[in-house]
């Protein structure tokens, strides 16, 4: 962060202002006695600017990247183009500490109305809040905020990301709220299951899409059967797939949530990650966290504002919806540089590629001895294949610089394809695959 400090003069002013002579005066006045620090820190001997170097690099020495990546589940590696970092980092953007004050914090405030404006055009709905946590605490608080005091089951896809499901069981527990998982038939939710399971009672369904397994799932059916019980629809959306596929709003959804991640986040050991909130305007006033609105100053100037927080630690703060008290602001301005960066047709290009590129690795997988696609050819850029031994393969594969898919079971491999790989990068890893068959790993 490039954070300007304040001088020595600055801080001789501000002493002088409060009547002191020094920090430790004013230290001393505010901590009790015994909670003070006696004898200062055990610290180690300090080292040289060279010395630290020579450490950090051997540390990090032990780090092991890999060439190319075929793992997704949940974390996707694309290119962040050098425009994101450069931009998001402007002072202009991060030296705020908070927009509760506009007069110093248009930067940061415009950069989150635009990053709100864009999760809005990717999704279709009305309001976005300035992000929350992750893609997991997203679907979390959707489901929270979808429970009324007479509605209070909750219904969610059996076919979503794990740790969501663990989040969502989190958030729900001891708030007696019956939650119950739709099946998964060949891969999907399953939409007659959901029929029968749906009641007065239910205030929510949560359905992925893409779900855990890469398959395209039939949003709109869920729309058309929530909609008349006036259960709130909570699409899980890949935010790279929603360029190409139907969005959330034209499915019938009124809440959509997601994991900004690959808009332009890096992989970056799993965080910070940046979760995203877009709802019809009937619920802004639920949505968790922070709102910033467009206005005009006493010139008639453009501004922002912060307009909207349904925050605990506020007025009325028994009654708010969520105890988020938070943002990801910057990994948000990285997600809204990105955006702009790459624009409309861009992400359109990032997301065809993906697409073509993951049908063009199965299509060769399929044809090798052994091997098949588990949930055939209705996936985006994620799928499932059932082979022999995975584990030896990735581990095989690990050794030629490329982390392969996810295993998911003693003959399944979740693979995943985006934009970075090349049609030689495919053809390579099959190759590798097939003398892996042949016994060339011995």
């Known amino acids: ?65 890999f060439d190319h ?18 931009v998001a980092t402007n002072t202009s953007l ?27 055009m990717l999704t279709g709905l009305d309001a976005s809040n300035a992000s929350v946590y992750d893609g997991a605490t997203a679907a979390a608080e959707a489901c929270k905020l979808a429970l009324d005091k007479k509605r ?44 029968g399971m749906l009641s007065e009672q239910t205030a929510g369904v949560y359905v992925e899409q893409l779900n855990y397994y890469g398959i395209i799932e039939d949003m709109k059916a869920v729309g058309d059967l929530t909609a008349p019980l006036k259960a709130l629809f909570i699409a899980g959306i890949n935010p790279i797939a929603a360029a190409i596929l139907p969005s959330a709003a034209e499915c019938g959804a009124d809440i959509a949530v997601g994991e900004a991640q690959p808009l332009g986040l890096s992989l970056s050991f799993g965080g910070p990650y940046l979760g995203f909130m ?23 100037k453009r501004c922002f504002v912060l307009t909207l927080q349904a925050r605990e630690q506020h007025i009325k703060r028994e009654k708010a919806s969520s105890s988020i008290c938070s943002n990801q602001a910057n990994c948000a301005i990285l997600a809204s540089v990105y955006l702009a960066t790459v624009g409309g047709e861009g992400l359109k290009q990032i997301a065809t590629q993906c697409c073509s590129k993951a049908h063009y690795l199965a299509s060769k997988l399929s044809k090798l001895s052994g091997w098949s696609i588990k949930y055939g ?20 594969l690990q050794t030629k610089g490329i982390l392969g898919g996810l295993q998911l ?15 030689d990068d495919l053809d390579t890893l099959v190759s590798l695959i097939e003398e892996y068959g042949k016994g060339g790993s011995k």
């Open 1 to 65: 962060m490039n954070y300007t400090p304040h001088t020595k003069q600055d801080e001789t002013a501000m002493l002088a202002a409060l009547g002191l002579k020094s920090v430790q005066e004013l230290m001393d006045a505010q901590i009790p006695e015994e909670l003070r620090l006696k004898g200062g820190l055990p610290l180690p001997e300090g080292k040289s600017e060279m010395e630290v170097e020579r450490q950090m690099r051997g540390i990090a020495a032990q780090n092991v990247k």
């Open 69 to 86: 990546i075929y793992r997704g589940a949940g974390a996707y590696y694309h290119y962040i183009p050098a425009t994101v970092r450069h």
């Open 94 to 120: 991060i030296s705020a500490y908070t927009p509760y004050q506009p007069e110093i914090s248009q930067g940061i405030l415009q950069a989150t109305f635009e990053y709100q404006t864009m999760m809005c």
């Open 152 to 195: 209070r089951q909750i219904l969610v896809s059996e076919a979503i990301k794990p740790e969501n499901k663990k989040v969502i069981e989190t958030y729900l527990y001891q708030m007696n709220v019956d939650l119950q998982y739709i099946p998964v038939k060949e891969g999907k939710t399953d939409i007659e299951a959901l029929k």
């Open 278 to 300: 877009t709802a019809k305007m009937e619920h802004i006033r639920k949505l968790p966290g922070r709102i910033i609105g467009e206005t005009v100053d006493k010139n008639g």
């Open 377 to 396: 050819a209705d996936f985006f850029m994620e799928f499932v294949t059932e082979s022999q031994n995975p584990k030896g393969l990735l581990e095989f």
């Open 409 to 423: 079971s003693d003959n399944e491999i979740l693979w995943c394809v985006t934009e970075m790989a090349s049609k």
